[in-house]
Nanobody, 127 residues
Framework: QVQLVESGGGLVEAGGSLRLSCAAS????????MGWFRQAPGKEREFVAT????????SYADSVKGRFTISRDNAKNTVYLQMNSLNAENTAVYYC????????????????????WGQGTQVTVSS
């Protein structure tokens, strides 16, 4: 069983930056593709970014390309989401997730590909 714990959320002014972290335990971290999703009030949970097992491949939602960066440190069992130039539309609960059984080529963007989820961390951007 894989446990995921997000941290780093908070309140930030528009134009500011935050870095989210997600620490994994209970499994072999470098065997999982990792993703970040978010859910705003009244909306569906949506894909933000994903990174392959080794970190060699990434994929982003169009809305965050050029502003957000996903990375991972397999020695620390941690995945990160650096978020720059934040705006009010980025306000949401951010979740990290782990996808198992994939090759290093895969960077899954669908929620259904992910078997394990964290509890989420709130990001609020004030305008």
């Amino acid at each position: 069983q894989v446990q995921l714990v997000e941290s780093g959320g908070g309140l930030v002014e528009a134009g500011g930056s935050l870095r989210l972290s997600c620490a994994a335990s209970g499994g072999t971290f470098n065997r999982y593709a990792m993703g970040w999703f978010r859910q705003a009030p009244g909306k569906e949970r949506e894909f933000v970014a994903t990174i392959s097992r080794s970190g060699s491949r990434t994929s982003y939602a169009d809305s965050v390309k050029g502003r957000f960066t996903i990375s991972r440190d397999n020695a620390k069992n941690t995945v990160y989401l650096q978020m720059n130039s934040l705006n009010a539309e980025n306000t949401a609960v951010y979740y990290c997730a782990a996808a198992i059984g994939l090759t290093d080529w895969h960077v899954p963007v669908s929620r259904g590909a992910y078997a394990y989820w964290g509890q989420g961390t709130q990001v609020t951007v004030s305008s």
